[in-house]
Structure formats: C-alpha cells, structure tokens
C-alpha cells in the first residue's frame, strides 16, 4: 500500500526534483528506481523547427567549440616559443658575456695570487693578448688565456645551438598537430556541412578568424601527419553525426 501511495507522487515532480533523483537513482544502481521516474515523467508536446536545420545549427557550433578546446592550447604554446625565441639570443649572450667576465676575473684572482705567491711587490703586470703570428696560422699565435676564452665562448654557443634546437623541434610538433587538427575540421565543413570551414569559424568563433590565418601563415612548409589527420577526421564526423539526423 506505501509503494502505491509513493507512486502516485512521481508524476508530481518538478523537473529539477526528477533530474536529481534519476542522477541519484543512477549512482546508487537502482535500475526499478529509474524506470519509474522515467516512465512517470509527464509527456509533452513541442512545436519546432525541422530537426534538419536544427540539427545542423547544433552541430556547427559544437565541431567549432572542439576545434577551439583542440587548437587553443597549440597556439598558446606557439606563442609561448615565440616570444621565448625572440629573447633567448640577448638571454643566450649576456651569458656568454657573463662567462667571459667570470673567466677573465678568475685569470687576474689567479695571476694576483701566484705573484704574492712568488714575493713579488706590487700588482702583476696586466694580462694582454700576443699580437702577430704568421698569416693562416693564427691558433699557436694567440694567447692561452685568449684561447681558452675563445674554447669557453664556443662552449657556450654550442650549448645555446641545442636549445635553439629542441625549441625548433617543439614547435615543428606544434605546427603539425594544428596543421592537422585544422585540415581535418577542413575535410568535415566540405564533407558533412557543405560550407567553407573560414566562413563557420567567422560566425560561431570570429576571434579565432586571425589566430587561423596566423596557423596558415606559420605551418606553410608544415605536413600533416596522415595518421593524425585520419583519427582527428573521424572524431569531427562523429561529434556532427551526433546532432545530425539525415533528412
């Protein structure tokens, strides 16, 4: 007698109170529990416009929102190595700069020491590069501590050349991800909505129109990566078949 009292309740919910207790009916299993409510749940009737076009409407902007979460991040990593290009030769140089002082410090500290060293009064004669030497052999013509300040500048520079280098390939693996993600949400705009992928961007996403461009400009000599391109290709369709019902 309780259960059939307690039935006659569930058509009385308010679709707030009907939506939290299926979530909770879910999350504790109660199969019987969510069949009520979705059995008892009143039915209504809607006029609206022709799922077709409706559906379609829905779905260009949902493959324009993955497109943005997708690409957001590879811009802003791009970005992010950009700048970081741009100020890593002063960075690069005033350490060379730095090491070049500390060496020649370290030189004058060492000569000063040694001449107290040997009883000698006064300061040590200042160090100077030899000049001269026989043309096309300038190496045994320059001083040791020149040369060992021209082997710690090259040191240096040798170190600067591979972050330079890992930087570049970082940004060749961003460029092709974004490349990739673009020409595939470019092969579903021509393939499942029949409307120019820049056109969709522009109506759904306007600030993202010059972020694009940008892409294109960056990724000129960029490939995509096929594998990617084909995952990437079947998750824009399936995000657009979702929302679309076939006329």
Not at 214 to 234: C, D, F, G, I, Q
Request: net charge negative; hydrophobic share 40%.
């Amino acid at each position: 007698m309780k259960s059939r009292r307690l039935d006659k309740l569930y058509p009385s919910f308010t679709g707030e109170e009907r939506f939290r207790l299926h979530i909770e009916a879910l999350y504790r299993g109660d199969e019987a529990e969510v069949k009520r409510l979705v059995e008892s749940c009143p039915r209504e009737k809607y006029l609206m416009n022709e799922m077709g076009f409706v559906g379609r409407y829905k779905a260009s902007k949902e493959i324009i929102t993955m497109l943005s979460f997708a690409l957001a991040p590879l811009l802003a990593r791009l970005d992010t190595i950009g700048s970081f290009r741009e100020a890593l030769p002063y960075v690069l140089q005033s350490y060379i700069n730095e090491g070049v002082g500390a060496h020649l410090e370290g030189h004058k500290a060492g000569a000063k020491r040694a001449w107290e060293a040997a009883g000698k009064t006064g300061g040590p004669p200042e160090w100077k590069a030899r000049k001269g030497g026989d043309k096309g052999d300038e190496g045994p013509a320059l001083d040791q501590e020149m040369q060992s300040i021209l082997d710690l500048t090259k040191r240096l520079e040798k170190t600067s050349g591979a972050v330079v280098g890992s930087l570049e390939e970082l940004e060749r693996e961003l460029l092709e991800e974004a490349l990739t993600t673009w020409t595939a949400f470019a092969h579903c705009c021509s393939e499942e909505c029949g409307v120019e992928p820049e056109k969709l961007v522009k109506v759904w996403f306007k600030p993202m129109v010059a972020e694009i461009e940008r892409l294109k400009h960056l990724s000129a000599s960029t490939e995509v990566n096929p594998e990617m391109l084909k995952e990437y290709k079947a998750a824009f369709k399936e995000m657009w078949n979702e929302a679309v019902v076939p006329d």
